[in-house]
């Protein structure tokens, strides 16, 4: 993704357009969470880990297979009634700066600079505009929950209360299950036996809703094939010769 700082020097005469179509996240199988959105995506989604080098990180499970994101339909609406946190910055993004500050960035790939349309970086006074603040406070409020998801999650796998999930997928009728690999839920065996201490050790670690939202969240998974299945039968149908009245 090629990103450009923001400045008035490159985008002072510059405007931007907000996304109205999701297809950029349309070969997303899996978006990353933060603590602050669990509970609502625990409601509409599958949640489970992915892991990130050493480390885990907490995601929505949007799709049966790399290159495929179920929520987003062929036309780029969004199918569901919660959207990850991660994709409603776009096509904005902060990016690590000199002394690790961070800076606001755009989305060069994301079509939606222009010159005319839409609205503007900077105001009159060479400041930013009260959009462009919104935005920056919004990422800013992501990326600071986004370090205490990853203290929860040290804290998980300090305890070794994240385990391999096996998902097995249906293939056609004449083809044998696969499994979906690369993902981790919680190990409610071993969260069960958990000593006083231990049970104290993630309460106090705030780990406790985030076991809950992900053990709660798995019942969503036949959404998925649901879902699979619709737009299979969406794509059948567009293929489907037409007559001029369609």
Partial sequence: MAITPISNSA??????ERYSSYSFAAKDAIAPLVLKELVRASMIMPIGFA??????????VLGLGSGTNLFVAPDGRWIGRYVPAVYRGYPFVLANGPDDKQILCFNDESGLLSDTDGEPFFGEDAKPTAAINDILNFLTQLAVNRQATQRVCALLQEHAMIEPWPIKLKGKEDEPERPLEGLFRIDEAAFNKLDEKALHALHQGGALP???CQLLSMQHLPVLGELAKARQAAEQQAALPKNEAG
């Fill in 11 to 16: 985008f002072g005469d510059k405007r931007f």
């Fill in 51 to 60: 892991r990130a080098e050493d480390a885990f990180v907490p995601v929505a």
């Fill in 210 to 212: 985030v076991i809950y």
